[in-house]
């Protein structure tokens, strides 16, 4: 079975750390790019960092860029993400999430086809 | 970055009914568009990719279409299992970025 289990997430103060981990289970982890995508419980997705399918580029969102860094262990089959300086705003959960290659006729696109179930994420004084 | 614009935030439905969620990019994005449905409680689910390509194991009664800025996402017949969020996703560069969602409700 393919699984991704999350871990790491808490309650922090503001301009506090964290590092959350993601492991892998069930597929060929170095083959795939993987991503994490955070949600504030009722609201919408946001996408934070990632790699694209092939894992030989990655970006960040505007909002953690500078402050977040995310990284992959493949011996480990793990994904982590760094958060430093955090802020109120960035309470949600976070999944992390496989990016798969998808081809349809002439267009190659990656998605996020397999997701954890989060870890959260909680900033406050 | 790219902007990533649904409409309507929610609608309500009912079982039958054919629903058109709306999905506007900042920029031209060719093809590069994925619509996730998402139920309470779980993590969201491919239904389409490439704007118009249905996922497999992905009812028929879905749909997309669009190219460039403008996309939809078509349910024909809703059914009560489809009563969900619904977000659309640019693959066109990164940062990766997510329309606000759709919630079809009753």
């Known amino acids: 079975e393919v699984l991704l289990v999350e871990s790491g997430g808490g309650v922090v103060r503001p301009g506090g750390s964290l590092r959350l981990s993601c492991a892998a289970s069930?597929?060929?982890?170095?083959?795939?790019?993987l991503s994490w995508v955070r949600q504030v419980p009722g609201k919408g997705l946001e996408w934070v960092s990632g790699?694209?399918?092939?894992?030989?580029?990655?970006g960040y969102a505007a909002s953690v860029k500078g402050r977040f860094i995310m990284s992959r262990d493949n011996a480990k089959k793990s994904l982590y993400l760094q958060m430093n300086s955090l802020r109120a705003e960035d309470t949600a959960l976070y999944h992390c999430?496989?990016?798969?290659?998808?081809?349809?006729?002439?267009?190659?696109?990656?998605?996020?086809?397999?997701w954890g179930q989060g870890t959260m994420v909680t900033v406050s004084s | 970055d790219i902007q990533m614009t649904q409409s309507p935030s929610s609608l309500s439905a009912s079982v039958g009914d054919r629903v058109t969620i709306t999905c506007r990019a900042s920029?031209?994005?060719?093809?590069?568009l994925i619509w996730y449905q998402q139920k309470p409680g779980k993590a969201p689910k491919v239904l389409i990719y490439?704007?118009?390509a249905l996922q497999s194991g992905v009812p028929s009664r879905f749909s997309g279409s669009g190219s460039g800025t403008h996309f939809t996402l078509t349910i024909d017949s809703l059914q009560s299992e489809d009563f969900a969020t619904y977000f659309c996703?640019?693959?066109?560069?990164?940062?990766?970025?997510f329309g606000q969602g759709t919630k079809v409700e009753v």
């Open positions: 790699f694209n399918w092939n894992g030989r580029s990655t």
């Open positions: 999430a496989r990016v798969r290659l998808l081809v349809w006729g002439s267009t190659a696109l990656d998605a996020l086809d397999i």
């Open positions: 920029q031209g994005i060719s093809s590069y």
């Open positions: 490439a704007a118009s």
């Open positions: 069930g597929f060929n982890f170095e083959d795939y790019g």
């Open positions: 996703q640019q693959s066109y560069s990164l940062p990766r970025t």
